[in-house]
């Protein structure tokens, strides 16, 4: 088999992706089908880590109005991130594969408290390791705690999957004259305000001189073809 160019990589959901073509919460036929996928990235030989967001839960602009302050909202949506790697942990150990679900928000109980060194002995055991409650703090996206969660981890390369296959000039899906990058560099992206993540993330991604892979998650067994170099993506790196 040909050797892959990344060891260790962090792949970055959002909690959208786990919906499927559900209006809210968990389809569980998507999260098997992306825990396959993580199953057959492991399979090729490479350390995986998970980032997933909490909006198909609970997203801000539902609370507009309530009342509540930014840190409140946001340790809702870190509670949100929890219950989806949860579902993500059950269902990669009920096809077989071992996981440890972490969180940079204490709750023993729940789940394992993330530490790095920890993080890093189950990767170096080959369990998939997923990670939830962000940074542990408020005013910081899951897209930042990915890029950070990356960078301490020392993986070779942040994927990001999206709706598209890519960084596009504009928005695809509504400029159809729009061109997917191939490749383009972080200080592109931030100069030129392309929003696939926040610019936090880009921000920390290239101080770390972390690549990030930005592709569609939607199709099966997307992670290892992008990682074979068999998918449409855009890689973002110096």
Do not use: W
Not at 8 to 34: N, P, Q
Not at 70 to 99: C, F, K, W, Y
Not at 149 to 176: F, S, W
Request: glycine share 10%; with cysteine.
């Amino acid at each position: 088999m040909t050797a892959l160019p990344y060891k260790r990589v962090l792949v970055k959901l959002s909690g959208e992706a786990l919906m499927g073509k559900e209006a809210f919460g968990i389809d569980r036929g998507t999260v098997r089908r992306i825990a396959e996928d993580v199953i057959e990235a492991v399979k090729l030989g490479v350390e995986v880590a998970v980032v997933v967001g909490g909006g198909n839960i609970f997203r801000g602009s539902q609370i507009a109005g309530m009342g509540l302050s930014r840190p409140a909202a946001d340790s809702m949506g870190m509670l949100a991130t929890v219950m989806n790697v949860i579902a993500l942990e059950a269902q990669l150990a009920s096809l077989g594969q071992s996981a440890r679900a972490m969180s940079g928000v204490a709750m023993p109980s729940v789940v394992e408290t993330y530490t790095r060194q920890q993080a890093m002995e189950h990767l170096a055991k080959d369990r998939v390791v997923l990670l939830a409650g962000g940074t542990g703090n408020p005013f910081f996206t899951t897209d930042t705690g990915a890029a950070l969660r990356a960078a301490e981890l020392e993986c070779n390369v942040l994927m990001k999957g999206t709706q598209v296959d890519g960084i596009y000039t504009a928005d695809p899906k509504k400029d159809p004259t729009a061109t997917r990058y191939d490749r383009i560099t972080h200080d592109e992206v931030i100069r030129k305000d392309l929003k696939i993540m926040d610019t936090a993330a880009f921000a920390l991604a290239r101080e770390a001189r972390l690549p990030i892979i930005v592709f569609s998650i939607h199709e099966a067994g997307s992670i290892a073809a992008v990682l074979r170099g068999q998918a449409p993506c855009t890689l973002v790196t110096d």
